[in-house]
């Protein structure tokens, strides 16, 4: 069932007759987001429009963060599917969106799949920067990180990606952690954090001997 849908999507986006099968992605991702992202590059790379349907995919994700409206159409489940489908139609052509872009909207309508639409463009995100050969890395702190120590810990994380592949870090501040760091770098994670350790050696002293 899960196979014949995601045809269904690829056919959507694809405008190509002869193009019936996906393009392997740089990297998977996985679910619904997933699926709908991966149809969508699958599409433009055959088109070649891949840059042009990012640059749609941040005015859509810019457009429901800044416009009140228009993410309350999007999340409206009492809205007719057809009646989303032709209005974002007409607001694809209004601000000239790819075809792809558009009928990644058109469809998402359809199947009743809007809600899911920024899940769609962040694992579209992630199919990008793999594509770059980038690999994305985040890493959590208990306080912000200065210029220089965000250098050096670049520098750190260089070493576990390939000679070809570049660093695209993002931080974040959890003060819960207390100390130390939580570093997530493509498919790895490794939990240096204070408050692991203080977990990981409660759990051992309250283990009964």
């Known amino acids: 069932m899960a196979c014949n849908k995601l045809s269904m999507v690829v056919r959507s986006f694809s405008t190509s007759n002869i193009a019936n099968q996906l393009v392997k992605p ?70 000239s969106l790819n075809p792809q872009t558009s009928n990644l909207l058109q469809t998402l309508a359809e199947n009743g799949r809007l809600k899911n639409i920024n899940g769609v463009i ?28 965000k250098q050096k810990l670049e520098g750190v994380l260089k070493s576990f990606v390939k000679s070809n592949e570049t660093i695209h870090l993002t931080s974040k501040v959890d003060p819960s952690i207390i100390g130390g760091m939580i570093v997530s770098i493509g498919d790895r994670y490794v939990d240096m954090s204070v408050a692991s350790k203080i977990k990981k050696y409660t759990e051992i002293i309250s283990t009964p001997v």
């Open 26 to 95: 740089p990297v998977q991702v996985f679910g619904i987001d997933g699926r709908y992202a991966t149809a969508l590059y699958s599409a433009a790379v055959k088109q070649k429009t891949l840059d042009a349907v990012e640059r749609d995919l941040k005015k859509v994700q810019d457009a429901i963060k800044t416009d009140v409206k228009f993410n309350e159409f999007v999340r409206n489940p009492t809205i007719k599917r057809s009646l989303k489908s032709d209005a974002l139609k007409a607001v694809a052509s209004k601000i």
């Open 122 to 149: 962040n694992a579209f995100k992630i199919l990008m920067a793999a594509h770059r050969g980038e690999v994305t890395c985040e890493v959590v702190t208990a306080r912000d990180l200065d210029a220089a120590q």
